[in-house]
């Protein structure tokens, strides 16, 4: 089992910048890919950003292409994801999600067996 803990969510003007961190505990080794995803109020829950823990592959959404950056700490077993110009429409709860497939697709979200509880990300305009 791996267990993540999120943290870093708040409140932040258009155009401001946020970092939220995911750290996985537990069955660590077997982690193929860490991904970001989103849920807004209202509709469904949408992927951000993955990567793939061996290699380092990063993808994005078209969204947030050059706005957001994904990284890891192999050491502390943690992901962040660097939120710069956000804007009102990246309002969501934040939730770090965790595969182990040895052949997972980093995009849908059935991929991943294990989540976080979620970050809240707030955009004033």
């Known amino acids: 089992q791996v267990q993540l803990v999120e943290s870093g969510g708040g409140l932040v003007e258009a155009g401001g910048s946020l970092r939220v961190s995911c750290t996985a505990s537990g069955r660590t080794v077997t982690i193929r890919a860490m991904s970001w995803f989103r849920q807004a109020a209202g509709k469904e829950r949408e992927f951000v950003s993955g990567i793939y823990w061996s290699s380092g592959r990063t993808y994005y959404a078209d969204s947030v292409k050059g706005r957001f950056i994904i990284s890891r700490d192999d050491a502390k077993n943690t992901v962040y994801l660097q939120m710069n110009g956000l804007k009102p429409e990246d309002t969501a709860v934040y939730y770090c999600?965790?595969?182990?497939?040895?052949?997972?697709?980093?995009?849908?979200?059935?991929?991943?067996?294990?989540w976080g509880q979620g970050t809240q990300v707030t955009v004033s305009s």
């Open positions: 999600a965790a595969g182990a497939s040895w052949s997972m697709s980093i995009y849908p979200s059935h991929e991943y067996g294990y």
